[in-house]
T-cell receptor
């Protein structure tokens, strides 16, 4: 969905490096989310935010941190990347009815 | 948090109707049922949402029995482009934290 953009789309990094994934949305939604998806599996929630001052841990927050810089921007950081964080990362926004997902960031940690 | 159970995979042929059933035995009073579709290397896309009985939109129908312990997504006359993974989610719309568990989904393969 062009209303939700993620940068970068692909990233290869090394173990121990700090990585930031960016998400921006033009839908005007207060709620934003970060998920990861491993091959052949469903999405797992990392963090979510209901507004700029609200941050909540999801199912698998260990090893990750987030920043909600503005209503439109929600960043995910890996402070010290490790190989098992290799995955496809999705950002999403929502109104009360449905979630709108970005195109994803494919992250490889060597 | 209501847990959902879906078949891992299904096969169908072009032009057939496909029904995917999701079990959610511990659904709560305030929970809604939402279905998403995901193509490889893309984010999931909303298909349909309902609370009870039947909901229909331009792409699918959702059937929910009176006890709401299951739901069935119905895709009429599928085409090859409907090959995707379909996820059933159950949760409270006013508490978004409950809407955020994607299970393994159902992998639908549509054959010519």
């Amino acid at each position: 969905d062009a209303d939700v953009t993620q940068t970068p789309r692909n990233r290869i990094t090394k173990t121990g490096k700090r990585i930031m994934l960016e998400c921006s949305q033009t839908k005007g939604h207060d709620r934003m989310y970060w998920y990861r998806q491993d091959p052949g599996l469903g999405l797992r929630l990392i963090y979510y935010s209901f507004d700029v001052k609200d941050i909540n841990k999801g199912e698998i927050s260990d090893g990750y941190s987030v920043s909600r810089q503005a209503q439109a921007k929600f960043s995910l950081s890996l402070e010290s990347a490790i190989p098992n964080q290799t995955a496809l990362y999705f950002c999403a926004t929502s109104d009360s009815n449905e979630q709108f997902f970005g195109p994803g960031t494919r992250l490889t940690v060597l | 948090l209501a847990k959902t159970t879906q078949p891992i995979s299904m096969d169908s042929y072009e032009g057939q109707e496909v029904n995917i059933t999701c079990s959610h035995n511990n659904i709560a009073t305030n929970d809604y049922i939402t279905w998403y579709q995901q193509f490889p290397s893309q984010g999931p896309r909303f298909i349909i949402q309902g609370y009870k009985t039947k909901v229909t939109n331009e792409v699918a129908s959702l059937f929910i029995p009176a006890d709401r312990k299951s739901s069935t997504l119905s895709l009429p006359r599928v085409s090859l482009s409907d090959t995707a993974v379909y996820y059933c989610l159950v949760g409270d719309m006013d508490n978004a934290g409950n809407m955020l568990t994607f299970g393994g989904g159902t992998r639908l393969m549509v054959k010519p």
